[in-house]
């Protein structure tokens, strides 16, 4: 099943058929151990929507509310290279091959609501940034108490340039308004994604392909388990949180994303995350 978060209420689909939640809250819908258990019993006390399409169309949103946006980082062996490579001559390279390496992961708060933008929505480039990129990645929808309960797409906008420059800029090449688009909605299930589970990205410029790129999530360095414990070690989330587990997909250096490039990312079950950049 998918959960969507719409301008008139929450959308529940289920085999193809869509089901309208209207007047509910949606940290407290999502910040459920149980959630597919409650959306199966709902759906089978509800008649589908017949134009609840249309609100996909028109009114969805990004699939947050009062959920913060951590981020994973150095998890895939080619992330691992690409940041050894743009860091090298500030002397920050070595950094990103010992935390590859190490027991404790990368993890650093990237988003809240108000910074983040749904699958149709504009994602921002930063205007003293030269160098910039998506990273396309599994995203964790988290209860509270640390439960897995779902997944979805997000697109770790990233400034390159910026970070090349220092490791120490992290915050500021990561954390910006319009720095995060998740979506289209979350599919929840309660078994894992398989390890053949493949996330692919398309970036079109003016009608054409300028960069495509897949891999599959049996290349994460960490399980998301692993992620989820660090995170939550000293961290309490009231409404549960997103985690973005890192990429895997690195476009060459002499790639920058421009204004009106549309950024697709495709994993399937979940769907296709569609952002411009404005």
Known sequence: MKLYK???????????????????????????????????????????VPDAVRLL??????????????????????SKLAREAESRDAGGGQFYARVYQAERPELFFKATRHRTVGSGGKVAIRED??????????????????????????????????????PLYLPQAKSYDGCAGIGPGIYVTDEPLSGETVIRMNIIRSGKTVFEGSVPL????????????WLYRACSFP??????????????????LQ???EIQITIDPIGTLVNSVG
């Open 6 to 48: 719409t301008s008139e209420g929450i959308i529940i689909e289920k085999e193809r058929a869509l089901y309208l939640l209207e007047g509910r809250d949606w940290d407290r819908f999502v910040n459920d151990d149980d959630l597919r258990a409650k959306m199966t019993g709902l759906t089978e006390r509800m008649d589908p």
């Open 57 to 78: 169309e028109d009114g969805l949103q990004a699939p947050i509310q009062s959920q913060e946006v951590w981020a994973s980082g150095v998890t895939y062996y080619n």
């Open 129 to 166: 940034s030269t160098w910039d990129v998506p990273e396309p990645e599994l995203t964790l929808a988290i209860t509270s108490s640390g439960k897995i309960i779902g997944y979805t797409i997000g697109n770790d906008m990233s400034s390159r340039s910026i970070e090349g420059d220092n």
């Open 218 to 229: 049996d290349q994460m360095k960490r399980t998301v388990e692993e992620l989820v414990s």
């Open 239 to 256: 409404h549960g949180c997103l985690l973005m587990t890192g990429t895997g997909i690195v476009p060459p250096a002499d790639f920058t």
């Open 259 to 261: 204004s009106d490039d």
